[in-house]
């Protein structure tokens, strides 16, 4: 019942930026965690970003940090991620995770297993 859909995703150059959307519907974001993962070809999917989505405790990790942002439109049931300084490294599919258990993110943000509902990703291409 729960819909994801992911999108903003293009092929830009490094140094560039992206701002990426996930929609999500049939769910409310009352103390939930809203977080984005991604995955590149022959790696493993891992957490980009996170919030929490009550009081908008947000979580990245070290490779993206202060370079990008998460965010929340209550009102619209969206996320946003918006990724600033854009290098290769950052080439991936992103997908929007949603945990539909009524608990914010704290130190498991970046566990794929505690999400339940998945969008089926959008794709960032960084060129040099």
């Known amino acids: 019942q729960v819909h994801v859909v992911e999108s903003g995703g293009g092929l830009v150059q490094a140094g560039e930026s992206l701002r990426l959307s996930c929609v999500v519907s049939?769910?409310?974001?009352?103390?939930?965690?809203l977080a984005w993962f991604r995955q590149a070809p022959g790696k493993e999917r891992e957490g980009v970003a996170a919030?929490?989505?009550?009081?908008?405790?947000?979580y990245r990790s070290g490779s993206v940090e202060g370079r990008f942002t998460v965010s929340q439109d209550k009102e619209r049931n969206t996320v946003y991620l918006q990724m600033n300084s854009l290098n290769t490294e950052d080439s991936a599919m992103y997908y929007c995770?949603?945990?539909?258990?009524?608990?914010?993110?704290?130190?498991?943000?970046?566990?794929?297993?505690?999400?339940?509902?998945w969008g089926k990703g959008t794709q960032v291409t960084v060129s040099s």
């Open positions: 919030i929490s989505s009550r009081y908008g405790a947000t």
């Open positions: 049939g769910f409310t974001f009352t103390e939930t965690c």
């Open positions: 995770a949603v945990d539909t258990l009524r608990r914010p993110c704290g130190t498991s943000w970046g566990t794929i297993g505690r999400f339940s509902s």
